[in-house]
């Protein structure tokens, strides 16, 4: 009786991408939790960006993950967009309040 080694599991690019969306909102929920503002916007988000991902790499067949790999890519793309302008808003915070020390 022969035994067949499973096929290892390989990763595409909307997979790579959903985990940099995850890593986005992982880094992004401190610094955007303490803007009472914004903050009430990436719940919406990241419960959607969880649940895409989690029927992503549950669901192989093919009409569904390629819908739901491009839901991801735009998902990502703009979950990265919102992480550059979170980050470029605390350093000119933080060089606001670095120059105004000094000055």
């Given at each position: 009786?022969?035994?067949?080694?499973?096929?290892?599991?390989?990763?595409?690019?909307?997979?790579?991408?959903?985990?940099?969306?995850?890593?986005?909102?992982?880094?992004?929920?401190?610094?955007?939790?303490?803007?009472?503002?914004?903050?009430?916007?990436?719940?919406?988000?990241?419960?959607?960006?969880?649940?895409?991902s989690g029927?992503?790499?549950?669901?192989?067949?093919?009409?569904?993950?390629?819908?739901?790999?491009?839901?991801?890519?735009?998902?990502?793309?703009?979950?990265?967009?919102?992480?550059?302008?979170?980050?470029?808003?605390l350093?000119?915070?933080?060089?606001?309040?670095?120059?105004?020390?000094?000055?």
């Open positions: 009786m022969t035994r067949t080694n499973p096929k290892p599991q390989q990763y595409s690019v909307r997979d790579l991408l959903g985990l940099t969306g995850l890593l986005a909102v992982a880094l992004c929920l401190v610094p955007v939790a303490m803007l009472p503002a914004m903050s009430f916007l990436w719940l919406p988000i990241g419960l959607v960006l969880v649940f895409a029927l992503l790499t549950a669901g192989r067949s093919g009409a569904k993950r390629a819908v739901l790999g491009t839901a991801m890519i735009l998902i990502s793309l703009f979950l990265i967009a919102i992480a550059l302008c979170v980050l470029a808003w350093a000119y915070v933080i060089f606001a309040i670095a120059t105004n020390a000094v000055g």
